[in-house]
C-alpha cells in the first residue's frame, strides 16, 4: 500500500504535553494514592511514549504491562473488530488497573479490552487516554481521564503514526495531504 504525500502540522506541542501529563498524574495519585500495587496497562504500539512519562511522574507503587489489541492496519479506518494480538503478562485479578490509550476514536477497541480486562475482576480498573476525538465514537465509552479533546483530524506524534511513521516526533501533529 502506498500512501499520497503529506506534511504534518503541530496540533499540541510537547510542552503541553508535559504539563498536561503532570496535572493527570495528580489526579490519578489522588483516585489511586491508597493502592498497594497499580498495575499500568499500555496498549501498544499508540501509547509507548504516553506510558513512560505518565509513570515517570507517578509517586505510586506501580507496575507496567502491555496488551496489543489489533488496529487500523496501514490505513485510516478503524476495523471496527478487534483482535488481541498479544495479551498481558501478568495477573490483574484482585488488582488495581490503569488502562492507557493513545487515542480514543470510534471507541471499540477500548470497550473491547474494557470488557475484556473487567472480565478478571481486577479490585478497581480506570482509563486514561491521551487524545479523544468524541465526534467520531460509535460506542458509547469515554476514558475515565482525558488529555486532550480533539476535532476530527488524522494525527501523529508522541508514540502515534500513519502507517508506521511518525511515531518518534516529540509533539502530536496533524496530517495534511498536499
Ligand atoms: P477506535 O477503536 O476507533 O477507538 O480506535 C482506537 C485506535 O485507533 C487508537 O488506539 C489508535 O491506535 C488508532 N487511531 C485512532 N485515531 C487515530 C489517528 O488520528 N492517528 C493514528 N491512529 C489513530
Ligand atoms: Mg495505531
Redesign the pocket.
Known amino acids: 500500500m502506498s500512501h499520497p504525500p503529506y506534511v504534518i502540522d503541530e496540533l499540541i506541542s510537547a510542552k503541553s504535553i508535559a504539563a498536561r501529563i503532570e496535572t493527570l498524574a495528580r489526579e490519578i495519585q489522588g483516585r489511586f494514592g491508597d493502592t498497594d500495587k497499580l498495575v499500568v496497562v499500555g496498549?501498544l504500539?499508540?501509547?509507548f511514549v504516553f506510558i513512560a512519562d505518565l509513570v515517570r511522574e507517578l509517586d505510586l507503587p506501580v507496575e507496567v504491562d502491555f496488551l496489543e489489541?489489533s488496529?487500523?492496519g496501514d490505513g485510516?479506518e478503524?476495523?471496527?473488530e478487534?483482535r488481541i494480538l498479544k495479551d498481558l503478562r501478568g495477573e490483574i485479578g484482585g488488582r488495581d488497573v490503569l488502562v492507557v490509550?493513545?487515542?480514543?476514536?470510534?471507541?471499540?477497541?477500548?470497550?473491547?479490552v474494557m470488557h475484556l480486562l473487567k472480565s478478571r475482576s481486577p479490585a478497581r480498573i480506570e482509563t486514561i487516554a491521551l487524545?479523544d476525538?468524541p465526534t467520531?465514537?460509535?460506542?458509547d465509552i469515554k476514558a475515565t481521564w482525558t488529555g486532550f479533546e480533539?476535532p476530527d483530524?488524522?494525527?501523529?506524534g508522541y508514540g502515534?503514526?500513519?502507517a508506521q511513521r511518525n511515531r518518534n516526533l516529540p509533539y502530536i501533529g496533524?496530517?495534511r495531504f498536499t
Open positions: 496498549l504500539r499508540g501509547s489489541a488496529s487500523y485510516m478503524s476495523s471496527r478487534v490509550e493513545d487515542i480514543v476514536d470510534t471507541g471499540f477497541t477500548l470497550s473491547h487524545l476525538k467520531r465514537r460509535e460506542v480533539i483530524e488524522f494525527v501523529v502515534i503514526d500513519y496533524k496530517v
